[in-house]
DNA sequence: TCCTGTGAAGTTCTTCACAGCC
DNA sequence: GGCTGTGAAGAACTTCACAGGA
């Protein structure tokens, strides 16, 4: 029984990628199968969690032998939207701004980075790792013009809020904001955040409160 | 009634520092006071949530006025254990740990980068933005001199598992982990995954399968 | 009147346990 | 014998709704 797309659990869409990777590291060790057994030991899950999270989307599974990995990864990959590209815009063109534009594991992913944007002058009009490099103000046309459907924030703290209320009324619906600033977004966006700080914190509180 | 603090929900723990940045931002505003449902406007939680959540370590609010802002800030940085320094190792000064390695909010937090690790001969025994660099062969020997007890790790995915490996076995509890390597670790460790691919990957994922 | 703190109810996610198939 | 798929049970988290204090 296939669930239908609407009532895929949060947490299992989260856990999908890790899938995705798991098939794809036991294809290249030269495996034609792996049971959820595995794939759990692999990831520390439950061998139960990796099975009612696969059978979410159909029957992949051979009672006695487990999931087909090569079948599995094609089917991951359309479920994940991978099957096509994305056009990607760096917001940020710092330190980490500069990293995310050269990390190779996004372009190998389908996500294309085709701009960044700054306010600095000495970085705007260039180009950056062959990517054209805009000022902020030409946010709206360069989105429209290059269709930008995911926005990467890597800017300064003090300019984050006003520069994701731009990208939400620009119409980019898929953000990746890496700045502390959160910001409210309609229904129909999604926005993930990713905070250095407050990983840190909560590895501190850990660090505290367990016993040791 | 205050919740021990074996049974805290995980969940309140990840939101703690969203609450601590927003006492931080009031109070900069000029507030004195702040109630659940305006902490919760700020970051898009419902006001029950918020009341939850901070009565797990205390009765902290005062009925008709709100909490405290720099009270919860005070207590907020006990409970994750901002009240001290701690010290950090980045592994790997590629981009991105390079890009880790300059960001000021570490500090200022009181996450203190105190060596970097790498193999590169042109990069080991200099410094980085005044952080000496050592060789990963130096590893067990640099933790224990220099006390190192969080570990951010952002080498190649070639080389992920057996340097997060090497972490663990050296007796650094906290790691902040960029790569996409999973390891299994102890119980009284605490590892946390951030993964661009499939932060993007989700994102993907919701903008093909949501109504628009 | 406003806002907190909190049992109780509701929702969501995870694990168990086993029938069924290879 | 090994492994999947899945209802049912259990655990974890969130929201409701209201008593009670400032």
Redesign the pocket.
């Known amino acids: ?2 669930n239908t797309l609407r009532t ?5 869409v989260e ?1 999908l990628s890790i899938y995705l990777r798991t098939f794809r590291e036991s294809l290249v060790e030269g495996m034609d199968f ?6 759990g030991k692999r990831n520390d ?11 979410c989307f ?10 087909n990995i090569s079948e599995l990864i094609n089917t991951l990959e359309t479920i994940l939207g991978l099957d096509r590209e994305w056009k990607v815009a760096i917001f940020g063109l710092g330190k980490l701004g500069g990293a995310l534009a050269s990390y190779k594991g996004l372009k190998n992913a389908r996500f294309n980075v085709v701009a960044i944007f700054d306010v600095d002058p000495k970085k705007v009009d260039k180009t950056y790792k062959n990517i054209p490099v805009y000022h902020s103000d030409m946010l709206k046309k360069v989105v429209r013009e290059k269709k930008i459907q995911i926005a990467i924030v890597a800017v300064p703290t003090d300019s984050a809020k006003a520069t994701i209320q731009r990208i939400l009324d620009a119409g980019i619906e898929g953000i990746l904001n890496f700045t502390e600033a959160r910001v409210p977004y309609p229904d129909e966006y999604i926005m993930k955040n990713i905070n250095l700080a407050g990983e840190l914190e909560s590895i501190s509180y850990y660090l505290i409160h367990s016993d040791r």
């Open positions: 029984m296939v895929i659990p949060l947490f299992t856990r792996i049971s959820s057994t595995e794939i899950f439950t061998a139960a969690q990796v099975r009612k999270d696969l059978s159909g029957n992949f599974g051979i009672k006695g032998k487990g999931y």
